[in-house]
Nanobody
């Protein structure tokens, strides 16, 4: 049974930090690229950051560059998102995604709420 379980969300003041984790099970984690997406109220889900299967390459949405850091530990089947200098517009539900092209695989977690507010 495939599972992606996110944790680490919560309420934080503007300028603060949060660290999200996503633990994977039920598939070969090390062969999947991993990403974090977020969905703000009333908006479409958007890509936050991605990392290749080996962790060698990362990419970020422009508004997150310099503030967020994605990393992974294949020995622990876990992907992380370190979020610093948080802004109110970072508020939303953050989802973990696992994707592989061949053979095709695409899995989502249930999401974790992040609220940035004073």
């Amino acid at each position: 049974q495939v599972q992606l379980v996110e944790s680490g969300g919560g309420l934080v003041q503007p300028g603060g930090s949060l660290s999200l984790s996503c633990v994977a099970s039920g598939f070969t984690f090390s062969s999947y690229a991993m990403s974090w997406y977020r969905q703000a109220p009333g908006k479409e889900r958007e890509l936050v950051a991605g990392i290749t299967s080996t962790g060698g390459v990362t990419n970020y949405a422009d508004s997150m560059k310099g503030r967020f850091t994605i990393s992974r530990d294949n020995a622990k089947n876990t992907v992380y998102l370190q979020m610093d200098s948080l802004k109110p517009e970072d508020t939303g539900v953050y989802y973990c995604n696992a994707r592989r092209a061949t053979p095709l695989g695409n899995y989502w977690g249930q999401g974790t709420q992040v609220t940035v507010s004073s």
